[in-house]
């Protein structure tokens, strides 16, 4: 694959400043502590070359005679270590080293002229031989060049809602290569066109809209027929040509909304001899539209399933020829194009799809998106605005970083100040120049005489810096080989110190044979059946085990059992400093005892200063106290605010030290007793302090009160007053007289809750008769009981009276 198609700094994430400082700081850390655990060492290097990758400060002695003869010692260790055990002159050792090759002057200024001489980085070509794990570091510098030319191409969508911004910039031209030409007197300005694929549902496709898809649209009712995209005019200094070009055109109607632009966009971008791009100009796309563009997989709606393939496909009338038989392309391969031919694109879309187009230039880097008004009468501010962005800031990519190599990026830029893990500064003036360090480090040896080749550059710069990297993963003493050599018994090969064995052959010097009496001699070296050769912990020569050397002490025994380093330890120390190891277990030394030896049996730092073991707060363990009362603390448990009987200790204290009086008054016993007691005298004691006690003791008639609190320093901090508190004697009659004037007031106040009380509930009774009373009612009709006083009766008789009759009544 070309180095075009592998940029490993545009379409992936890309980390390496960051791998690259923890790196740095695990090998700090590695070296750092290699004086305790030495890592070279503990690698179980075999070879020259094994070593080399344990870590870069690790060397390799090639001396035939080295170390202890009773021991194996280690040839892959640290330069200071292996010249003190006698290896001075016969050590192999290989560093990074830088070479650079090409190294022009960066340019102050472009001309008018070809600029193929203009250097806007420094170096240009650069050589590195790695040793894994040493990173090689070298400056980079990065110059905005003034002067610098300038390529525009104007790439604007024809659909049919973009005629007002069309008879807007028929005289663009003129104007903006007036507003350029104040920022370079290099300006070439070209034009090209698009719509959309003029296939269904894309666009019209019945025969009665081929040659007019304006027809029926009564707005609108002429336009020409849809097209994919159109190159207008070349790049070219000749302005006018740009207005007569623009002047030509007519606009066009698609069916949906979205349009064609990433095809467009693609075809300006890799048609490279077609649109006239200089190799020594910034290279400027400004795509004009007011919606929003078709993206890949769209094409399958109409039919087309091929991919995009990335390349150009223009007529000789400048027409793209593949609009129906390619989908339009993805985001990650017009990114990919784009900074292949290192062209800056300007989206300017009007406001409603500014959203859109801004999260497109996180996908594709190194676009930027600016508002369009809606009649485009601001393109000339947008584009100068965007040009100025452009130069305004500096960042560097990596192409084709090999797998196996860290890079590591710190910016130094116009205020002077390094930013590691950074590689872009911003904020530029035209003309500064900014710096950055890259660190290169080789993680791992490939296959011999294997070189990498990546790339630095700028984005959107034409200017490169070209690293080659090798690998330094070979010793010069392998070089030296003897084969059937004295040295080796003439059973082996003798290379750089060691001697590798023949088959059959086995030891130091190969001076025993495999087989049978190999197998013996290698039982003899085990302790018991099944366990490992000399423990695993060195080797067996001929019948007899040969120990290792280790970086933590000493390994020795018949069978490399025993070691000098592997008891117990306690806070890290082994055997506690109080003891030797002896095969694994603690020698402790007189008066420890403990599995670590780290447990004292002397009881004379548990005596307080009263000679009370630990102050009776706690017990004697291992020659220190552990308290057990609440609250007790100290070296002897002396310490106890919240115990009893610590305001009376602390009185003692206070009468011996300010009055040369009670129990401790001899003044040798006050202060071996009250040394670590602070005393202040104050007129008014302070009582809020949440970590302070509050004590007293009586004084004759009076009361002395003081507060004390401990220290962290395990001092105590005691706060006296300067004279007791005294109280006067109590007036009998002044007592009597409120106790019963209290008894009165008291009954006073019972009498009178008791008559409102009273006075509450007759007021409930009678509002609850009244209420009743309203609502009686008596019918005395219906009452059967009731007889009316006066009674009518009538009586049916007759009679006679004086001969005359009546009947009922008489008068």
């Not at 525009?152 to 507003?179: P, V």
């Not at 294997?450 to 010793?475: A, G, M, Q």
């Amino acid at each position: 694959m070309s180095r075009r198609g592998r940029k490993s700094g545009l379409l992936q994430p890309y980390y390496p400043a960051a791998a690259a400082y923890y790196l740095c700081l695990l090998s700090s850390f590695l070296h750092s502590t290699a004086r305790g655990l030495n890592i070279c060492t503990s690698g179980s290097a075999t070879s020259c070359e094994e070593c080399l990758l344990v870590h870069p400060k690790c060397a390799w002695c090639f001396k035939e005679e080295f170390g202890s003869k009773k021991s194996i010692t280690s040839r892959c260790d640290f330069i200071e270590n292996l010249i003190a055990g006698g290896c001075a002159e016969h050590i192999e050792n290989t560093t990074s080293s830088i070479n650079t090759v090409k190294n022009l002057p960066l340019s102050s200024k472009g001309s008018s002229g070809a600029n193929s001489d203009v250097t806007q980085i420094m170096p240009q070509k650069i050589l590195l031989n790695l040793r894994p794990g040493d990173p090689a570091s070298f400056q980079v510098q990065v110059r905005q060049v003034e002067d610098y030319p300038v390529d525009l191409y104007y790439l604007m969508d024809l659909s049919l809602s973009m005629k007002d911004d069309l008879d807007t910039i028929r005289n663009l031209g003129t104007t903006l290569a007036e507003e350029m030409g104040k920022l370079t007197s290099n300006f070439r300005l070209g034009f090209g066109s698009f719509v959309d694929k003029n296939i269904s549902p894309f666009s019209y496709t019945a025969p009665r809209y081929q040659n007019n898809p304006c027809i029926g649209y009564k707005l609108f009712p002429s336009c020409v027929p849809s097209f994919g995209f159109r190159h207008l005019l070349s790049l070219t200094d000749k302005v006018d040509r740009f207005n007569e070009e623009v002047q030509k055109q007519k606009v066009s109607r698609n069916r949906d909304a979205p349009e064609g632009g990433l095809d467009a966009i693609l075809q300006a971008a890799v048609c490279e001899k077609e649109i006239g791009w200089r190799k020594e100009a910034s290279h400027l796309l400004v795509f004009t539209t007011d919606d929003v563009p078709h993206f890949a997989l769209d094409g399958r709606l109409g039919g087309l399933v091929q991919p995009h393939d990335g390349n150009c496909h223009l007529n000789e009338a400048n027409e793209y020829t593949a609009a129906n038989q390619l989908d339009y392309p993805s985001l990650a391969l017009l990114g990919e194009k784009l900074a292949e031919n290192n062209i800056h694109l300007i989206f300017a879309v009007i406001k409603n799809h500014y959203v859109l187009y801004k999260n497109l230039t996180a996908l594709i880097p190194g676009t930027t998106v600016e508002i369009l008004y809606p009649d485009s009468r601001n393109i000339i501010q947008l584009i100068v605005k965007a040009y100025n962005s452009i130069r305004s800031k500096v960042e560097l990519t990596v192409w084709d970083n090999p797998e196996d190599i860290n890079l590591g990026f710190t910016a130094t830029c116009q205020d002077g100040l390094s930013y590691p893990g950074v590689r872009k500064c911003g904020d530029l003036q035209i003309g500064d120049t900014v710096s950055f360090e890259v660190s290169v480090e080789a993680r791992g040896c490939p296959a011999e005489n294997t070189s990498h080749t990546f790339t630095i550059k700028p984005d959107w710069f034409r200017d490169t810096l070209e690293v080659t990297v090798t690998y330094n993963c070979t010793c010069g003493c392998t070089k030296q080989t003897e084969r059937n050599s004295s040295k080796c018994s003439g059973n082996g090969t003798h290379v750089c110190g060691l001697c590798d064995c023949d088959p059959g052959h086995v030891g130091a010097k190969c001076e025993c044979e495999e087989g049978e009496s190999g197998s013996m001699y290698q039982n003899m070296c085990r302790e018991a059946e099944g366990k490992r050769v000399c423990s695993g912990r060195g080797e067996c020569s001929c019948n007899r085990c040969v120990c290792s050397e280790s970086e933590f002490g000493k390994v020795y025994g018949l069978f490399c059992e025993c070691d000098d380093f592997s008891c117990p330890r306690y806070k890290g120390i082994l055997c506690s400093g109080h003891g030797e190891c002896h095969c694994g277990e603690c020698k402790c030394h007189r008066g420890y005892v403990g599995d670590n030896c780290n447990c004292s049996i002397e009881t004379q730092a548990c005596l307080s200063n009263d000679g009370q073991m630990c102050s009776g707060r706690g017990n004697c363990i291992c020659g220190k106290c552990q308290c057990t009362e609440p609250g007790a603390f100290g070296e002897t448990c002396e310490k106890c605010p919240t115990c009893p009987g610590v305001c009376s200790t602390k009185r003692d204290c206070i009468e011996c030290m300010l009055f040369n009086s009670g129990r401790l008054a001899d003044n040798q016993t006050c202060q071996k007793h009250c040394r670590d007691e602070i005393i202040t005298r104050v007129d008014v004691l302070k009582t809020d302090d949440p970590h302070s006690v509050l004590c007293a003791y009586p004084v004759k008639d009076c009361v002395m009160k003081f507060t004390y609190s401990e220290f962290a320093n395990g001092k105590t901090n005691i706060t006296v007053l300067k004279e007791p508190e005294c109280s006067t004697a109590p007036d009998a009659m002044m007592i009597l007289l409120a106790v019963v004037g209290s008894i009165v007031f008291l009954g006073l106040i019972l009498l009178a809750i008791w008559k409102l009380l009273v006075t509450i509930h007759d007021r409930r009774e009678f509002a609850r008769f009244q209420s009743e009373r309203s609502r009686a009612r008596y019918e005395m009709a219906s009452n059967p009981l009731y007889r009316k006083p006066i009674s009518t009766h009538s009586l049916d008789f007759t009679f006679n009276k004086l001969n005359r009759t009546y009947n009922g009544t008489v008068d």
